[in-house]
C-alpha cells in the first residue's frame, strides 16, 4: 500500500509539472511579439502607403506588436551592419545593390523566402534579381527608372514634342527659354540627383554597352581618361548647364520638386523618384517620362530600368520571430497592397497584372514593353565609397565656368586609384 501510495503521489507530482509546464508555454505563446520593420522610402506617397500596410497589418495581428521605422538617409548600409553585429537584426529591412545581397547572404543573414505564396504574385523576371544561388533572399518587387520627368501639360499647351536626339532636346530647351519657362529643375545640393542625371547619359553609352564597365572601373582594370563615352557623357551634361534652375548646386530635391509642383520649370532628371516625390504632393498633375537623348541616334534614346532593391526576412533563431516576419511579408506583398502602392506611391510595381497606373508609369511600361531599355539588374555597380567619389568630383566639376571633362576623369581615376 505505501508503495502504490507513491507511486500515486509521484504520478501527481507529474501531472502537476506537465500541467505547469503546458501553462506556461501557452502564455508564451500568448506574449505579444515584438517585430521591427525598416524602410528606406523618403517621397510621401510611399511614406502613405507604407503606414497603409502597417496599419493593415496591426489590425490584423494585435498580438504582434510591429514598429516602423525609416533607415537613416545616406549610411542605411553601415546602419544596418551595426544592428546585426550587436544582435538588435531587425526582422524585415530593405537591402538594394547586387554585391550588398551577395555579401548578406553569405553571411546567412537572409531568410530563404523560397515557396512563400506571396511570390506567386509578382513577376517572375522581377524576382530573379533577389535570387543568390537559387534562393530567394530578396522580394524585388519594384524597378526604379531614370529618365526625364516633364509636365504634360506645359508641353499640351504650347504642342511641344518629345525629343528623341540630343539635339532636338537642345532645340526643346531653347524653345522652352522662349517662351519664359525653365526647361530642368536640378536639385544637385542632393547629391544623388547630380549623378542620376550623369548616369543617364553614361549608362546607355557605357554600361549599356559593357556590363563589367563599374567593376573594370573598381577594380582599375580601365581608366575614366581613357573612356571617350564617359567623358562625352559628363559633356552632355555640362552643355545643359544654360537651361538649368537658377542656383543648380544651391538647390536640393525638395525644392526642385517645389519647382515643378509650381509650374516653373517644364522638365526634371530622377525618373521614378520624381513621379512619387511630385504626385505624392499633388495627384493631380500630369506627368510623363521620355527617355532621355543620347547624341543623334534615336535608338539610343533608352529609359534606364534598375530593379530596385527590396526587403529581407532576417534569419533570426527565434521560430516565432521568423513566423511572424513571413506574415508581414504575405501583408506587404498581397495583390491588395501592390495594387495600393501602384495608385499611392507611383510606383512601378512587378504585378503578375498590373492595374491602374499614373500616365508617366504607362509611359514607362510602353518603353519596357517595345524593348527600347537599359536594364542594370546583376550588375555590380559602384560601392558606396566609389559613388561618393563620382558624386564629390561631378559636382565640382559642374561647378566650373568651362567644362573639363578630361580634368574630371583625370580626378575621378586619381580618387579611385587612392580608395584603391
Given at each position: 500500500m505505501?508503495?502504490?501510495?507513491?507511486?500515486?503521489?509521484?504520478?501527481?507530482?507529474?501531472?502537476?509539472?506537465?500541467?505547469?509546464?503546458?501553462?506556461?508555454?501557452r502564455?508564451?505563446?500568448?506574449v505579444?511579439?515584438?517585430?521591427?520593420w525598416?524602410?528606406?522610402?523618403e517621397?510621401?506617397?510611399?511614406?502613405?502607403?507604407?503606414?497603409?500596410?502597417?496599419?493593415?497589418?496591426?489590425?490584423?495581428?494585435?498580438?504582434i506588436?510591429?514598429?516602423?521605422?525609416?533607415?537613416?538617409?545616406?549610411?542605411?548600409?553601415?546602419?544596418?551592419?551595426?544592428?546585426?553585429?550587436?544582435d538588435?537584426?531587425?526582422?524585415?529591412?530593405?537591402?538594394?545593390?547586387?554585391?550588398?545581397?551577395?555579401?548578406?547572404?553569405?553571411?546567412?543573414?537572409?531568410?530563404?523566402?523560397?515557396?512563400q505564396?506571396?511570390?506567386?504574385?509578382?513577376?517572375?523576371?522581377?524576382?530573379?534579381?533577389?535570387?543568390?544561388?537559387?534562393?530567394q533572399?530578396?522580394?524585388?518587387?519594384?524597378?526604379?527608372?531614370?529618365?526625364?520627368?516633364?509636365?504634360?501639360?506645359i508641353?499640351?499647351?504650347?504642342?511641344?514634342?518629345?525629343?528623341?536626339t540630343?539635339?532636338?532636346?537642345?532645340?526643346?530647351?531653347?524653345?522652352?527659354?522662349d517662351?519664359?519657362?525653365?526647361?530642368?529643375?536640378?536639385?544637385?545640393?542632393?547629391?544623388?540627383?547630380a549623378?542620376?542625371?550623369?548616369?543617364?547619359?553614361a549608362?546607355?553609352?557605357?554600361?549599356?554597352?559593357?556590363?563589367?564597365?563599374?567593376?573594370?572601373?573598381?577594380?582599375?582594370?580601365?581608366?575614366?581618361?581613357n573612356?571617350?563615352?564617359?567623358?562625352d557623357?559628363f559633356?552632355?551634361?555640362?552643355?545643359?548647364?544654360?537651361?538649368?534652375?537658377?542656383q543648380?548646386?544651391?538647390?536640393?530635391?525638395?525644392?526642385?520638386?517645389?519647382?515643378?509642383?509650381?509650374?516653373?520649370?517644364?522638365?526634371?532628371?530622377?525618373?521614378?523618384?520624381?513621379?512619387?516625390g511630385?504626385?505624392?504632393?499633388?495627384p493631380?498633375?500630369?506627368?510623363?517620362?521620355?527617355?532621355?537623348?543620347?547624341?543623334?541616334?534615336?535608338?539610343?534614346?533608352r529609359?534606364?530600368?534598375?530593379?530596385?532593391?527590396?526587403?529581407?526576412?532576417?534569419?533570426?533563431?527565434?521560430?516565432r520571430?521568423?513566423?511572424?516576419?513571413?506574415?508581414?511579408?504575405?501583408?506587404i506583398?498581397?495583390?491588395?497592397?501592390?495594387?495600393?502602392?501602384?495608385?499611392?506611391?507611383?510606383?512601378?510595381?512587378?504585378?503578375?497584372?498590373?492595374?491602374?497606373?499614373?500616365?508617366?508609369?504607362?509611359?514607362?511600361?510602353?518603353?519596357i514593353?517595345?524593348?527600347?531599355?537599359?536594364?542594370?539588374?546583376?550588375?555590380?555597380?559602384?560601392?558606396?565609397?566609389?559613388?561618393?567619389?563620382?558624386?564629390?568630383?561631378l559636382?565640382?566639376?559642374?561647378?566650373?565656368?568651362?567644362?573639363?571633362?578630361?580634368?574630371?576623369?583625370?580626378?575621378?581615376?586619381?580618387?579611385?586609384?587612392a580608395e584603391?
Amino acid at each position: 500500500m505505501k508503495k502504490k501510495g507513491r507511486n500515486l503521489i509521484f504520478l501527481g507530482l507529474c501531472v502537476f509539472i506537465i500541467m505547469n509546464i503546458a501553462f506556461i508555454y501557452r502564455k508564451w505563446q500568448t506574449v505579444p511579439i515584438e517585430l521591427t520593420w525598416y524602410y528606406v522610402s523618403e517621397e510621401q506617397g510611399a511614406q502613405r502607403h507604407i503606414e497603409w500596410v502597417a496599419d493593415r497589418f496591426r489590425s490584423k495581428y494585435p498580438q504582434i506588436r510591429l514598429k516602423l521605422k525609416k533607415l537613416p538617409s545616406g549610411n542605411g548600409p553601415e546602419f544596418l551592419s551595426s544592428l546585426i553585429a550587436s544582435d538588435r537584426a531587425p526582422d524585415v529591412f530593405y537591402i538594394s545593390g547586387y554585391s550588398t545581397i551577395r555579401d548578406y547572404e553569405a553571411s546567412g543573414h537572409l531568410y530563404n523566402l523560397n515557396g512563400q505564396p506571396f511570390l506567386e504574385n509578382l513577376d517572375k523576371d522581377f524576382l530573379e534579381y533577389g535570387q543568390i544561388k537559387g534562393k530567394q533572399v530578396v522580394v524585388t518587387a519594384s524597378y526604379d527608372v531614370l529618365g526625364t520627368v516633364y509636365n504634360k501639360e506645359i508641353f499640351g499647351r504650347y504642342g511641344l514634342e518629345i525629343p528623341k536626339t540630343y539635339s532636338e532636346l537642345i532645340a526643346l530647351c531653347d524653345k522652352l527659354l522662349d517662351l519664359g519657362i525653365i526647361p530642368f529643375a536640378t536639385g544637385l545640393k542632393t547629391g544623388w540627383t547630380a549623378e542620376a542625371f550623369l548616369m543617364n547619359f553614361a549608362e546607355i553609352q557605357c554600361a549599356g554597352k559593357d556590363d563589367q564597365w563599374y567593376s573594370d572601373k573598381m577594380k582599375l582594370q580601365s581608366q575614366f581618361c581613357n573612356d571617350t563615352e564617359f567623358k562625352d557623357s559628363f559633356r552632355l551634361l555640362y552643355n545643359l548647364k544654360p537651361y538649368f534652375s537658377d542656383q543648380s548646386l544651391e538647390t536640393d530635391w525638395n525644392s526642385a520638386l517645389e519647382l515643378m509642383l509650381e509650374g516653373k520649370t517644364a522638365m526634371i532628371c530622377g525618373g521614378s523618384q520624381a513621379v512619387d516625390g511630385i504626385l505624392g504632393k499633388n495627384p493631380d498633375m500630369q506627368l510623363g517620362i521620355f527617355a532621355t537623348p543620347v547624341l543623334e541616334d534615336e535608338e539610343e534614346a533608352r529609359i534606364v530600368v534598375i530593379p530596385a532593391g527590396g526587403n529581407v526576412l532576417f534569419n533570426s533563431t527565434d521560430k516565432r520571430r521568423i513566423e511572424a516576419g513571413l506574415l508581414l511579408m504575405n501583408e506587404i506583398y498581397s495583390e491588395e497592397a501592390l495594387e495600393h502602392e501602384i495608385k499611392t506611391a507611383n510606383r512601378f510595381v512587378a504585378l503578375q497584372e498590373t492595374g491602374d497606373s499614373s500616365d508617366a508609369l504607362k509611359d514607362v511600361e510602353r518603353y519596357i514593353q517595345s524593348g527600347q531599355i537599359f536594364n542594370r539588374g546583376n550588375i555590380e555597380t559602384f560601392t558606396k565609397e566609389h559613388t561618393n567619389i563620382i558624386r564629390n568630383e561631378l559636382l565640382k566639376y559642374l561647378s566650373y565656368e568651362r567644362e573639363d571633362a578630361d580634368g574630371f576623369a583625370e580626378s575621378l581615376d586619381n580618387a579611385f586609384n587612392a580608395e584603391k
